[in-house]
Structure formats: structure tokens, C-alpha cells
């Protein structure tokens, strides 16, 4: 079993930044590909970034096109932690930030993460 906890939400004002943090605890996540999603009052949980698990050559960065160029996703696993660095933050990005973690996951895919957390609130003022 692997537990995933978000931190890191709040408010902040358009064109502000934060940084979410996933930390895993259970069964090692080394080997987990991992994803953040986000949902809105009244909308579907929709795809923001994703990073697979670091092999000898790296792990890969996915990102949802609304997000490119501001949010950078990365992953720490000697601490057991993902990030999410948001900068340029828009009303637009207000939501719950969900962390996801899976093995061979499909990035945009929802069904194809196993482990889920709590979510934390992100709100961007005008």
C-alpha cells in the first residue's frame, strides 16, 4: 500500500507562485511513475504534469498544454517527495491539486493511477 499526502496549497494573487509537495509513504515509490491533477468546482479532475520513474537515463516530464512553461514537476525519492513548482499562477489555475502515483501509466489518463491523495487547495485571486 502506498500513501500519498499533498501540502503546499493556498492563496495567492495571479501571477504569484507556489510550490506543492507529495510525500509517499508505504511501499518504496521508486519505481512509480507519479502525476499531479487538479479539479475545479463543477469540473472533471483533469491532467497537469506527470514524471515516470527515474531509470539509468532519467525519468520523463509530461506537462498539460495550459500549464507549459509555468509549472515544473520533479521528484526527490531519497525523500520520498514530488513537487510542483507553479509560477505565473491565473484564476484560471484555481482548484484541488490531487498527487497520483502508478506503474506504466498512461500521463493524461486518470484510470491507469493506483494510489491517490487527499488533494490541497490552490486559489488564485484576480
Known amino acids: 500500500q502506498v500513501q500519498l499526502v499533498e501540502s503546499g496549497g493556498g492563496l495567492v494573487q495571479a501571477g504569484g507562485s507556489l510550490r506543492l509537495s507529495c510525500v509517499t509513504s508505504g511501499r518504496t515509490v521508486r519505481s512509480y511513475d507519479m502525476g499531479w491533477f487538479r479539479q475545479a468546482p463543477g469540473k472533471e479532475r483533469e491532467f497537469v504534469a506527470a514524471?515516470?520513474?527515474?531509470?539509468?537515463?532519467?525519468?520523463?516530464?509530461y506537462y498539460a498544454d495550459s500549464v507549459k512553461g509555468r509549472f515544473t514537476i520533479s521528484r526527490e525519492d531519497a525523500k520520498n517527495t514530488m513537487y510542483l513548482q507553479m509560477n505565473s499562477l491565473k484564476p484560471e489555475d484555481t482548484a484541488v491539486y490531487y498527487c497520483?502515483?502508478?506503474?506504466?501509466?498512461?500521463?493524461?489518463?486518470?484510470?491507469?493511477?493506483?494510489?491517490w491523495g487527499q488533494g490541497t487547495q490552490v486559489t488564485v485571486s484576480s
Open positions: 514524471v515516470t520513474w527515474r531509470t539509468w537515463s532519467g525519468a520523463d516530464t
Open positions: 497520483a502515483a502508478g506503474v506504466a501509466i498512461r500521463a493524461g489518463v486518470v484510470g491507469t493511477y493506483r494510489y
